[in-house]
Nanobody, 124 residues
Framework: QVQLVESGGGLVQPGESLRLSCVFS????????IGWFRQAPGLEREGVSC????????HYVDSVKGRFAISRDNAKNTVYLQMNSLKSEDTAVYYC?????????????????WGKGALVTVSS
């Protein structure tokens, strides 16, 4: 049974940093990726970043490039999202997600497992 459990959300001020963690388990495919979506109030859920578990290939949405960094620790079955220079528009519930195939622009369409979400609030 696949499980994804997020942690690390919270309240920070603009310009500060926060790191999200996602512990995953139960995947049996040879090629799969773990990623992050976010959903701000009144907006649709959007894919933010993903990483392939096999080779570490990453992808970022344009709005977070240069500020966010995704990484993995396969020994701990954990994916991290380091978020720097946070802005008020980054405020959202962040969901860890998993799915088949290599991470890339289109991977977000193949997600089939979700975590429960972690709230990130950026406010002064």
């Amino acid at each position: 049974q696949v499980q994804l459990v997020e942690s690390g959300g919270g309240l920070v001020q603009p310009g500060e940093s926060l790191r999200l963690s996602c512990v995953f388990s139960g995947f049996t495919l040879d090629y799969y990726a773990i990623g992050w979506f976010r959903q701000a109030p009144g907006l649709e859920r959007e894919g933010v970043s993903c990483i392939s578990i096999s080779d570490g290939t990453t992808h970022y949405v344009d709005s977070v490039k240069g500020r966010f960094a995704i990484s993995r620790d396969n020994a701990k079955n954990t994916v991290y999202l380091q978020m720097n220079s946070l802005k008020s528009e980054d405020t959202a519930v962040y969901y860890c997600a998993g799915g088949p195939n290599i991470c890339g622009r289109n991977w977000f369409n193949f997600v089939d497992h979700w975590g429960k979400g972690a709230l990130v609030t950026v406010s002064s």
